[in-house]
């Protein structure tokens, strides 16, 4: 079994390999493939043609609803993993916790369909 200083040592050399890792990357990158500044890069298009509309018109404030219901929904599947794997040292008092969670999650998303968030707009 590793000590605590033996794992935070772990965690600083893979911290420091994965930084190494994206600094080499892109270092590579922009010693391959230098960027040419050209002017239709600038032009915003729709595949492959000139788009008529200004850019902020292309997304809608109407899709928030639909961001933070995946956020809450995500943020619910990021806390039953490891809730699932203390369940049985645990016991019932997790399944309660749980069922009050996902009850206050549902409440949440009742709402968001009572106020029109899920249907077509």
């Given amino acids: 079994m ?3 200083l033996e794992q935070y040592a772990l965690l600083l050399s893979l911290v420091l ?5 994206v600094l080499a990357l892109y270092g590579l990158a922009r010693a391959i493939g230098p960027t040419r500044s050209e002017p239709g890069k600038d032009v915003p298009a729709s595949s492959g043609a000139l788009s008529r509309d200004p ?8 899709y928030y609803g639909y ?7 995500d943020m619910e599947m990021a806390f039953m ?11 019932l008092v997790a399944l309660y916790d749980m069922g009050v ?3 206050i999650l ?9 106020q029109g ?3 077509r707009q």
């Fill in 81 to 91: 993993y490891p809730w699932a794997v203390v369940y049985r040292e645990v016991g």
């Fill in 17 to 21: 390999g994965i930084a190494a890792t």
């Fill in 67 to 73: 961001a933070l219901l995946f956020l809450a929904f």
């Fill in 55 to 62: 850019v902020w018109g292309r997304y809608h404030a109407r």
């Fill in 106 to 114: 549902f409440l949440g998303l009742l709402y968001g369909w009572s």
């Fill in 101 to 103: 969670f996902l009850a």
């Fill in 117 to 119: 968030a899920l249907g």
């Fill in 2 to 4: 590793m000590s605590v």
